[in-house]
């Protein structure tokens, strides 16, 4: 079956195709990081209003480079939750007006169990049962995966999650829009141990995080400080590290508990690179192995969309048909199991 795959939780538009047989045919995203970068952060209506603009485009794009028509879709799968009430709207109602108008079943798709499957999609992908890290801007959670739509809740933060630190951080050292990935590549140029800054809940023996009090540490640090670009380089290096180290010990501890030998990691934060070579390591000390999504499918994205909605169809989730539905901008990922 042939599974179109759309995403507009928040800032990205994604669209793809994803074949039961064949596998991934194609996908495409448009960033919005320039429409809101003006603003220093996402902008709700500016994000729905684009996600608009973008659909049908994207929807014609992928098409064509996966030569397929619209006769060949057998269902559609699209972002319901969690996410931004108006962007999932736009998502959600293209694509119950497309898969009510095609006749073919509409899925809808938590957005943190596309992101937990998306490693699946590697050519060496794990299998069940893993443990699980959704490292994003908006979420930080270690889970128990076993099987699609059977997942246990281990750990989460408390307060922001790890990209969110980074974003917010990086506002403070003046570093724009998006914050983190500026952060992480002014980081590959500091001088480590220079700045020294809390472990938040490293030693706490539970799977929970926090960030809220690293990112006040570096609130201190600067405040009536004019720091020059040697200074905020250390201050990231040091930075990024102390989130590493929790991250990184937090998921091992939680191989160690649920005595599973695999990690999958997701979300945006899994494409720092900082984080992945600690992991790695950190991983071949208990000989247990480390999986990721390819780095393009980190960020948010369709295929994804497309991969859980074509696996949930696969375990018989049911679907709608009536044009009738709803979108959650919270949604506790395990009552979205089954």
């Given at each position: 079956?042939?599974?179109?795959?759309?995403?507009?939780?928040?800032?990205?538009?994604?669209?793809?195709?994803?074949?039961?047989?064949?596998?991934?045919?194609?996908?495409?995203?448009?960033?919005?990081?320039?429409?809101?970068?003006?603003?220093?952060?996402?902008?709700?209506?500016?994000?729905?209003?684009?996600?608009?603009?973008?659909?049908?485009?994207?929807?014609?794009?992928?098409?064509?480079?996966?030569?397929?028509?619209?006769?060949?879709?057998?269902?559609?799968?699209?972002?319901?939750?969690?996410?931004?009430?108006?962007?999932?709207?736009?998502?959600?109602?293209?694509?119950?007006?497309?898969?009510?108008?095609?006749?073919?079943?509409?899925?809808?798709?938590?957005?943190?169990?596309?992101?937990?499957?998306?490693?699946?999609?590697?050519?060496?992908?794990?299998?069940?049962?893993?443990?699980?890290?959704?490292?994003?801007?908006?979420?930080?959670?270690?889970?128990?995966?076993?099987?699609?739509?059977?997942?246990?809740?281990?750990?989460?933060?408390?307060?922001?999650?790890?990209?969110?630190?980074?974003?917010?951080?990086?506002?403070?050292?003046?570093?724009?829009?998006?914050?983190?990935?500026?952060?992480?590549?002014?980081?590959?140029?500091?001088?480590?141990?220079?700045?020294?800054?809390?472990?938040?809940?490293?030693?706490?023996?539970?799977?929970?995080?926090?960030?809220?009090?690293?990112?006040?540490?570096?609130?201190?640090?600067?405040?009536?400080?004019?720091?020059?670009?040697?200074?905020?380089?250390?201050?990231?290096?040091?930075?990024?590290?102390?989130?590493?180290?929790?991250?990184?010990?937090?998921?091992?501890?939680?191989l160690k508990q649920t005595g599973l030998q695999q990690l999958v990691?997701?979300?945006?934060?899994?494409?720092?690179?900082?984080?992945?070579?600690?992991?790695?390591?950190?991983?071949?000390?208990?000989?247990?192995?480390?999986?990721?999504?390819?780095?393009?499918?980190?960020?948010?994205n369709g295929a994804m969309i497309a991969f859980a909605g074509a696996?949930?169809?696969?375990?018989?989730?049911?679907?709608?048909?009536?044009?009738?539905?709803?979108?959650?901008?919270?949604?506790?990922?395990?009552?979205?199991?089954?």
């Amino acid at each position: 079956m042939l599974v179109l795959g759309i995403e507009s939780s928040c800032d990205e538009t994604g669209v793809a195709l994803y074949h039961a047989e064949r596998g991934l045919l194609a996908h495409a995203v448009h960033s919005q990081v320039d429409l809101h970068e003006a603003y220093g952060g996402v902008v709700p209506e500016l994000a729905s209003r684009d996600h608009i603009r973008r659909l049908a485009p994207l929807l014609r794009k992928v098409m064509a480079e996966a030569g397929a028509g619209l006769d060949e879709i057998g269902a559609v799968a699209y972002t319901a939750g969690p996410g931004l009430a108006g962007a999932l709207l736009v998502g959600a109602s293209f694509a119950e007006s497309l898969a009510f108008s095609l006749r073919v079943p509409a899925l809808p798709v938590h957005h943190l169990e596309g992101h937990l499957l998306s490693p699946l999609l590697s050519t060496d992908p794990p299998h069940f049962p893993f443990v699980a890290l959704l490292a994003s801007g908006g979420h930080t959670q270690l889970m128990r995966v076993s099987a699609v739509g059977q997942y246990e809740l281990l750990g989460e933060t408390l307060d922001d999650a790890a990209g969110e630190a980074f974003d917010k951080t990086a506002k403070l050292l003046g570093l724009g829009y998006p914050g983190g990935p500026q952060l992480a590549r002014l980081a590959e140029a500091g001088r480590p141990g220079r700045y020294k800054l809390p472990r938040p809940m490293i030693y706490s023996g539970d799977l929970d995080f926090s960030f809220s009090g690293l990112k006040t540490a570096v609130l201190t640090l600067v405040r009536g400080q004019a720091l020059g670009e040697t200074d905020r380089a250390d201050l990231c290096v040091d930075f990024q590290a102390a989130i590493v180290d929790v991250l990184v010990a937090k998921s091992l501890l939680a191989l160690k508990q649920t005595g599973l030998q695999q990690l999958v990691v997701a979300g945006g934060v899994g494409a720092n690179r900082a984080l992945r070579a600690a992991l790695d390591a950190g991983a071949a000390k208990i000989r247990a192995r480390v999986f990721y999504p390819e780095l393009e499918l980190c960020t948010d994205n369709g295929a994804m969309i497309a991969f859980a909605g074509a696996m949930r169809l696969a375990a018989g989730a049911k679907t709608g048909r009536d044009g009738v539905f709803s979108v959650r901008p919270r949604w506790d990922l395990q009552l979205a199991g089954g």
